[in-house]
């Protein structure tokens, strides 16, 4: 068989938009946080990870111009030759800070920052251990290193310390999950994790992607918001959610950052992220830090929310977090709730297999602090018509 005919094979895609239920790859004209426009038509955007709502902030914008004209465009090197920036070092120091760790160490995207730390930890001698509902950078970066990587399904914990029992003393363990769960939107629980962590020599790495800026008692994540942020080896994190740009980063102690700085090939092999990424970050985190007021409000949009959809009857899961899945079960009815939205103003994300598991197509909203009562009242509205029209509820 030849290599490309898998690609011939493929027709799903194709089929879907022949139909005009292909939901992906929307080409976005113009964006303001909570609305944006495709085709000419304002949608109401509930399906974004900006959370605190601040990628228009002015203060935002002009941070990326200050940086964009000091620094250019890009920086056209690894931070391991000519791309590192006084900046990145800056970021660094501040994030550890930030989430409570000696050290860190910034990547050029999230993904990158889970798949190059991951690799470069484990080693042949080595398990690592992983939620089957982690991010697809936690399960890349797993296979992506020489050891043996072991899966156990969401939230059994039982079942993670038997395997935790079961492995071979000599061997090294760690332990990968999600802080928040980017499809369910529900917590880990990092005090069983800490214990089995403590029980069976392993190392815990928590990513918390969705977790920054959102969890935590100064939105400084899910290991904060535990209270057991020294009993979490290292913190992962991305800037394409709350921090309004992009990158990523790994706090822990200073000696493994450090091998991390030298190992890592995700870091050394990648250009680093441009002066408008950092300095964005940098402002963002100053924000988060200075103005509580904003995490107050995403919460209060969080709960108004979860009791409306709630209230009309619709399964959304074990959801803690801004994160609010819609579950509608088979995938063609999926399709056609999230279209019948579309067209009448309101932008969401259809989630099928493999992002989750058969039968529980999904659509995925989530909310900023920056949405208004009125948006989110017409997008309850919305939801309610066309989910009875549709029989989800």
Known sequence: ?????????????????????????????????????????????AGSN???????????????????????????????LNGNLDLHDQLESELADFVGKEAALVFSTGYLTNLGTLSALIGRNDTVFVDKLAHACIQDGARLGFGRVQRFTHGDY????????????????LVAVDGVYSMEGDL?????????????????????AHSLGVVGPEGNGTAAHFGLTDEVDLITGTFSKSFASIGGFVAGTDTICEYLRNNARALIFSASMPPTAVATVLKALEIIREEPERREQLWKNTRKMMEGFRTIGFEIGPTETP???????????????????????????????????EGSCRLRTSYMATHTDEQLDFVLECIERIGKKLQVV
Not at 9 to 18: I, K, Q
Not at 158 to 173: N, P, Q, S
Not at 194 to 208: K, N, P, Q, T
Not at 333 to 354: C, H, I, Q, S, Y
Request: hydrophobic share 40%; glycine share 8%.
């Open 158 to 173: 039982e079942k993670l310390g038997a395997m935790l029992a079961a492995e071979k003393e000599e061997r090294g363990k």
């Open 323 to 357: 994160i609010i899945p819609v579950l509608v079960g088979p995938m063609d009815k999926t399709f056609r709730f999230w279209r019948e939205l579309f067209d009448a103003g309101v932008f969401t994300n259809p989630v099928v297999p493999p992002a989750v598991p």
């Open 1 to 45: 068989m030849h290599v490309f005919a898998k690609c011939e094979n493929f027709t799903t895609s194709r089929e879907l938009r022949a139909i005009g239920l292909y939901p992906y790859f929307q080409p976005i004209e113009e964006s303001c946080d909570t609305t944006v426009v495709i085709k000419g038509e304002r949608k109401v955007m």
């Open 50 to 80: 900006n959370y605190m709502g601040l990628t228009h902030d002015p203060r935002i914008l002009e941070a990326a111009r200050e940086a964009l004209i000091r620094y250019g465009s890009g920086n056209t090197g690894s931070r391991f």
């Open 188 to 208: 880990a629980d990092l005090p069983t994790l800490v214990r089995l962590r403590a029980e069976h020599g392993a190392g815990l790495v928590v990513d918390d």
